[in-house]
């Protein structure tokens, strides 16, 4: 089973450090089999303060990086690194137990860590918005974008702040396993199982106005609808909104036009039937609203590198 070592490191962010517990410990497969097998540690037997008020008695100590596949560090304002760009010995050590296959992962804050072990020198990277210019500031060789929820370099990955790292999690728990699992694990925790990568992070934007309606009961609509055709207009009738007014609030609420919305929920969704179903592959675009078999093998080949069929071995040639 896939190991994952959640790295608990003082003064941890308290919400970033329930998120990848939380998240791979949902993960399952259809026989309700776990799919990781997931251990917090720190570096000594200590509770480790949180930012938010409490202290969390980690299960492990830094041993459990040992045989870790992947390794998770959480946000923290752990002094060396978030001011000096530095690592404390223990710290250091504890990092040198990591077998160089292993894949790391940082939400948040976390970034900090790895970029004061040297492990992001000419990477991508991001971190919260509020601490990019921290982070570049510090480590002049990463190549730090704060305006990504997240960022895959295969086998270093990183997310922006807090709820973002929900989504980093998702986006690893699809890749390993596919989308249903992935929205599964979503549908568990209450979440969105899909916000894409490049998505802005919602840098100083206001919360809209209380006399404006939400768009999410057209979203949720629409994910029903997939297969039909779905105009900004015919949406902005479902919302009882004028396009203009829809359009500028659906971008205010996702981050993303109504258009773009649209496509990557019917990609997603045509990954799922991939996934699950043995439809033709003309049927599985005609269902996910994609029209053609050609558009789907366009949007997959961009998306994933695969052909549908090569996809659909991957997830059920098992």
């Known amino acids: 089973m896939h190991r994952v070592a959640v790295l608990l490191l003082p003064p941890v962010v308290g919400f970033d450090a329930t998120i990848a517990p939380l998240m791979f410990s949902n993960a399952s497969d259809d026989d309700g089999n776990p799919l990781y097998d997931v251990v917090t540690c720190a570096l000594s037997g200590d509770p480790v303060a949180a930012t938010t008020g409490f202290s969390v008695l980690a299960e492990a100590g830094p041993e459990a990086l040992v045989t870790a596949d992947t390794v998770v560090i959480p946000g923290t304002r ?40 040297g492990l ?30 997240f960022v895959d370099d295969g086998d270093i990955l990183s997310s922006a702040g807090l709820a973002a790292g929900i989504d980093l999690c998702l986006h ?3 890749s390993d396993h596919g989308a249903q699992v992935a ?47 779905l105009t900004v207009s015919r949406l902005a009738r479902h919302a009882k909104m004028s396009a203009r007014t829809f359009s500028r609030r659906f971008r205010e609420e996702t981050g993303q036009a109504p258009g773009t919305w649209i496509r990557n929920r019917r990609i997603d969704f045509a990954r799922e039937l991939l996934e699950s179903r043995d439809h033709p ?12 078999g050609a558009n789907l093998r366009h949007h997959l080949r961009r998306g994933v590198g695969m052909s549908p069929s090569s996809y659909r071995k991957v997830y059920q040639g098992a």
């Open 78 to 117: 752990y002094p060396s690194a978030r001011e000096d760009g530095t690592l404390t010995p223990d710290v250091a050590a504890a990092l040198a137990l990591i077998r160089p296959a292993a894949r790391l992962v940082s939400i948040c804050t976390g970034a900090f860590v790895l970029a004061a072990a």
């Open 120 to 149: 992001l020198d000419g990477r991508p990277a991001t971190t919260h918005w509020r601490f990019a210019d921290d982070l570049r500031r510090l480590h002049p060789r990463v190549r730090v974008d704060e305006n990504v929820l």
């Open 172 to 174: 690893i728990i699809r």
């Open 183 to 229: 929205n599964a694990v979503a549908r568990y925790c209450v979440v969105p199982p899909w916000r894409e990568g490049g998505q802005a992070q919602f840098i100083d934007r206001q919360v809209p106005a209380p006399d404006h309606f939400s768009t999410a009961p057209t979203r949720e609509w629409a994910l029903r609808h997939l297969h039909e055709e």
């Open 281 to 292: 592959v003309d049927e599985v675009a005609r269902l996910s609203g994609l029209g053609s």
